[in-house]
């Protein structure tokens, strides 16, 4: 009887987090409890937006969506200077990240936490997170740190 009664507690105790797991897709890395949410705004009909969204859930990051048809509000509030923008603007622990950022120099920048806006890949660059193209190529490109006056600067180079 003990035996039993062990067992439908076992299984009781299953049923109530099988749910949780059900909803992680199968090839899903854990959540970094370390590291902040990562808010990412952008269009709804965006691919390589989802791809970028991707590779951050993949490096640790929790991310949280938000569809929206208009970005230019979106980044005028986070300080994105002109010419320095990108398809997808996202927002974590008080910077922004725009564009094709690798995770490995957003997790740098909250590292860091240098006096700054946050960091641009301003266009899109091939072969950056997101960007990936099937032959491998990889565009050099320069991820830069926004300082508080607007101003760029080299933060980071990939690619080359």
């Known amino acids: 009887m003990k035996t039993m009664m062990r067992n439908v507690?076992?299984?009781a105790a299953l049923l109530l987090v099988a749910p949780a797991f059900a909803q992680a897709p199968a090839n899903a890395s854990p959540v970094d409890n370390s590291l902040p949410?990562?808010?990412?705004?952008?269009?709804p009909y965006c691919g390589c937006c989802k791809l970028?969204?991707?590779?951050?859930?993949?490096?640790?990051?929790?991310?949280?969506?938000?569809e929206t048809e208009d970005l230019g509000p979106?980044?005028?509030?986070v300080g994105i200077p002109p010419a320095k923008g990108s398809c997808h603007t996202a927002e974590v622990d008080g910077y922004f990240v725009e564009g094709h950022v690798p995770a490995q120099d957003v997790k740098r920048l909250l590292t860091e936490r240098p006096q700054a806006r946050g960091l641009t890949v301003p266009g899109m660059p091939i072969g950056s997170p997101g960007m990936e193209a099937p032959d491998g190529r990889v565009q050099p490109y320069t991820v830069?740190?926004?300082?508080?006056?607007?101003?760029?600067?080299?933060f980071a180079r990939h690619g080359e």
Do not use: N, Q
């Open 9 to 11: 507690f076992a299984l």
């Open 144 to 154: 830069e740190l926004i300082t508080p006056d607007g101003k760029a600067e080299p």
């Open 74 to 77: 979106v980044k005028a509030r």
């Open 37 to 43: 949410l990562v808010t990412v705004h952008k269009s």
């Open 52 to 66: 970028w969204i991707e590779h951050m859930r993949a490096e640790g990051f929790e991310v949280k969506v938000v």
